[in-house]
Nanobody
Framework: LQLVESGGGLVQPGGSLRLSCAAS????????VGWFRQVPGKEREGVSF????????RYAESVKGRFTISRDSAKATVYLQLDSLKPEDTAVYYC?????????????????????WGQGTQVTVSS
């Protein structure tokens, strides 16, 4: 079971990126998926979560209105569209999967159910 993130890079403030999280070796159909980010010296924080069906979505307050999470079951991929980027969005972004038997999505601060993690992709917002 593996998750692979891609799409990170260097972007100017106000710019956009689209991150992808692709599953390998398993289907994401039974998993809620979360995007997280971490900067050196700080705890990993939840950015956005999406339920198995895609109907339930949560965002951290700091990214509401700027980031959009979505999923494509046929491609076993979850996306995070990052718009209006700010320097404080600079971090390593990770995706992770949590298996549920319902269309549950945990609160944005809850990480404990996420057991399968990707290796991360760096996002740097700088002029």
């Amino acid at each position: 079971l593996q998750l692979v993130e891609s799409g990170g890079g260097l972007v100017q403030p106000g710019g956009s990126l689209r991150l992808s999280c692709a599953a390998s070796g398993f289907t994401l159909d039974y998993y809620a998926v979360g995007w997280f980010r971490q900067v050196p010296g700080k705890e990993r924080e939840g950015v956005s979560f999406i339920s198995r069906s895609g109907y339930s979505i949560r965002y951290a307050e700091s990214v509401k209105g700027r980031f959009t999470i979505s999923r494509d079951s046929a491609k076993a991929t979850v996306y995070l569209q990052l718009d209006s980027l700010k320097p404080e969005d600079t971090a390593v972004y990770y995706c992770a999967a949590a298996k549920y038997f319902s269309d549950y999505v945990p609160p944005i601060g809850e990480l404990t159910d996420f057991e399968t993690w990707g290796q991360g992709t760096q996002v740097t917002v700088s002029s």
